[in-house]
Structure formats: C-alpha cells, structure tokens
C-alpha cells in the first residue's frame, strides 16, 4: 500500500495526481482566502454622516435629532462600527446649508442626511452629492419627483402626510360619533374651527389641511371654518393668531385643527391665557411636548409619528449606503426610493 505524501515522493504517480488535487485545492483555498483578505480590508470601520437640519430649533425636527443620536450609540455598540455624526444646523439659510454640504463632502463624509431648507431646491445639493458620488438620505421636507428621480442614490423618509391627516380627522370624527357634544359645545348642530397651517411651500401643511378637512366632512361632522392662518408650525406665531382670533369672535370656536403639535400648543397656550376651557385642539407629530400635553387632557389628541423607527430607518438607510452594504430589509423603500415611517393617534382619555 502507497502511503501518498504529497511534496516530497514525487516519483510517485498516485502521489503526482494527489500532488495535482492539492496544488488545485490550495489554489482554490488562495483565492478564497485572498479575497476574504481583500474584503476585510474594504469593510470599513468607522463611517461619518453628515447631516443638516433646516432648523434646529423646530421641536419636531430637534425629537428626530435625539432620536439620530440614539441610534447611532446603538448601531456602533451592535456592529462595533464607528459612526460620526456631523450635525450641522442650517437655521432657515438654503444658502448656508448648500454650504454645509461642501463641507460635509470636502471632510470625506460617505453619506449625506438633509432635511432641505427649500425642498423645491434641492438640485444643487443634489449635483454636489452626484459629482461626489455621496448618496443623500433627505427627510421630512420632501424634495420634488422630479429631483428624486436624478439618481439612484437619493432617498427620503417621512410619513405619509395624507394618512396623517385622516387620521387627525378620525380623532374628531369619532368623537363626534360617540358624543355629539363633546365637539358641538354649544349644540347648535355646526361645529365652528379654526385652523392654523405650517409653511405653505411644505408638502405637509397643503396634504395634512386637505385630508384633515375633508375627513370630518366626510366623517358627518357639520363643520364650519370661523377662519385660518398660516402659524409656519411655530408655537408663537400660533399662539399670537389664536388670540387674535378668540378676541375677534369671542365664544364662537368650538375646535382647533393645527397642522401640527407646536402650533396646537400656541392655540392651547391663547385659551389658558384667556381662561376659556373646553375647546378641542388636534395637533400632528407627537413630539415630546404634544404627547405631555395629551396626557395632561390639553389637547384632545396627536397624530404621533414612531420617531424611534423615523430616526432608525434614516440612520441605517444612511449606513448601509456608508458600507456598501444591502438595503435594510426592515425598512421597505416604496419605489426604491421613499420610506414611510409607522404612526398612531395617541387621544387624550375621555373617560366613561
Ligand atoms: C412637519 C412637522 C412640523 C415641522 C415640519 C418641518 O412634518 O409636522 O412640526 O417639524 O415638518 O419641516
């Protein structure tokens, strides 16, 4: 019997074709492990993301935040992959945010997060990403078809404006339905609102006060609009419209339907200082103040988006972009293109 050593009993036939399998399989075994070599090399590390806010001070916008720094801490502790974030606040400035891009991509970032101060023009920072080859994950403000269609690394996260606003519609609908008169306080068989709307360029302020509108219509609430005004989603600006109106149409407004939650509180913030007690607010975001404010009874109800998942689908769209890696499968893009993040009415407890 042959005892088959491979290198050194050359003379050996059986030996020279087990010599020929082995040469094969080390060869086989060399570029496996060399592309393995390879590959571990290319993995990256660490990754950075540069993100820009239209405005930091937004209270919506300022949860999301948070919630993207969260994630971060939770996706270098799960995949020991070092995550920078470069939060950049463009403070209104489209001017300075298309420079916070330049930045972004002169330090090396691998991918882009913006929330466009004018999302009607986001081509420049898209022509930036495109020659850079940084894909961009926009959010909240909604760049046009148009501009998303420019590249197949472009995407954007945000909720669906119109099931937002059916939904704030339902809170009141079925309210409605069940009391009567929990929303026509005087009984008069109208229900007199008023509305205060966000930007007016924003794809939310014109989808939300459609829907929301022709929702309680179409829910059988007889509405009727005292009158409305755009508040920009500040509790200021909302607070200082609502006074005005509680003095131009004193005990007239039975409900107060907001665009979203900060402007909500503006009006509630208006009620409290004229002492009026009664009126129904609905606001849109669940932010943290707005969930407070529903739980406090002083709005009747929020459309609340799931800022966890929100800020987690940016973050792992974004680093899957960074390590060349799939799409996250938990988080479907419609069209390959826009994610819709999950959202819940949160109503304030009407008790029996
Ligand atoms: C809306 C949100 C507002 C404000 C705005 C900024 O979706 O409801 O509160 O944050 O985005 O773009």
């Not at 801490?73 to 945010?97: F, M, P």
């Not at 509680?246 to 509180?265: F, Q, R």
Request: proline content about 3%.
């Amino acid at each position: 019997m042959r005892k088959c050593c491979f290198l050194w009993n050359r003379g050996n036939n059986g030996c020279i074709i087990c010599g020929k399998i082995l040469a094969v399989l080390l060869g086989v075994c060399m570029v496996l492990t060399g592309c393995q070599g390879a590959g571990e090399e290319e993995k990256k590390n660490s990754i950075r993301i540069g993100i820009s806010l239209y405005r930091g001070d937004d209270i919506f916008i300022n949860n999301i935040r948070n919630e993207l720094e969260e994630k971060a801490k939770e996706y270098e502790r799960e995949k020991g992959i070092k995550v920078t974030l470069d939060i950049q606040d463009a403070k209104g400035s489209q001017n300075t945010q298309n420079n916070q891009v330049d930045r972004f991509i002169s330090l090396g970032c691998d991918v882009l997060c913006v929330n466009p101060v004018d999302r009607m023009d986001a081509s420049v920072i898209i022509d930036k990403a495109m020659n850079a080859e940084v894909p961009v994950v926009f959010f909240n403000r909604q760049p046009v078809e148009e501009d998303m269609n420019r590249w197949d690394q472009l995407y954007y996260v945000g909720l669906d404006a119109k099931e937002t606003a059916v939904n704030q519609g339902k809170m009141v609908v079925d309210l409605y339905r069940e009391k009567p008169s929990a929303v026509d306080l005087n009984d008069d068989g109208v229900v007199s609102y008023v509305l205060l709307e966000g930007e007016s360029s924003h794809q939310d302020s014109l989808i939300r006060t459609e829907w929301s509108i022709r929702t309680l219509k179409d829910g059988g609430v007889p509405i009727e609009k005292i009158t409305g005004g755009i508040a920009n989603w500040e509790r200021s600006q909302a607070s200082a419209l609502m006074e005005q109106w509680l003095g131009a149409y004193p005990d007239k407004i039975e409900l107060v339907v907001s665009n979203n939650d900060d402007m909500a509180l503006g009006a509630v913030d208006a009620l409290e200082r004229a002492g009026i007690t009664g009126v129904n607010v609905v606001g849109i975001d669940g932010t943290t103040p707005g969930i407070e404010a529903v739980e406090s009874d002083r709005l009747l109800g929020t459309v609340s988006a799931n800022k966890e998942t929100y800020a987690n689908a940016i973050l792992e769209l974004a680093a899957s972009r960074a390590m060349g890696e799939e799409l996250p499968r938990e988080y479907p893009l419609v069209d390959g293109t826009y994610y819709w993040a999950p959202q819940e009415i949160l109503i304030r407890d009407l008790g029996e």
